[in-house]
């Protein structure tokens, strides 16, 4: 469905390129689309999303996730801008997976930059590690 846009009835603006995906299949993973789309908004009545914040791939891949088809590679690579996503989207097993993800590999290099993502997006196990 995904891929080739099956009745699709949503077009998703990236920062460089447009998607298609499911109105169903968003407000079944992201209470935010569900609130969207259930009450009267701009997305109900144009069908469309503006997230320039996220380039096209990595809006891929959280479609991906979304629609229970993301690759392991697909996730490490976009993990930071899917947990800026999950968090936006409210997707919490999402942010809990971008957590853990970023808890497996926090070293004294890059701990700064965990730390800002913990203070940043409420990651209280990432805070305390």
Request: glycine share 4%; charged share 25%.
């Amino acid at each position: 469905m995904l891929d080739e846009a099956i009745h699709a009835d949503l077009t998703i603006i990236t920062a460089d390129g447009t998607l298609k995906a499911h109105k169903a299949v968003l407000s079944a993973t992201s209470p935010a689309f569900l609130a969207s789309y259930r009450d009267s908004s701009e997305e109900k009545e144009s069908s469309t999303i503006h997230t320039e914040e996220m380039s096209q791939e990595s809006c891929t891949a959280l479609l991906s996730y979304m629609y229970g088809t993301i690759k392991p590679g697909d996730f490490w690579k976009h993990r930071l801008s899917l947990l800026g996503a999950a968090n936006k989207y409210d997707i919490g097993d999402l942010k809990d997976a971008c957590e853990e993800s970023l808890l497996e590999d926090l070293n004294s290099g890059n701990v700064l930059e965990r730390l800002n993502e913990a203070w940043l997006y409420q990651l209280q196990k990432l805070k305390k590690m």
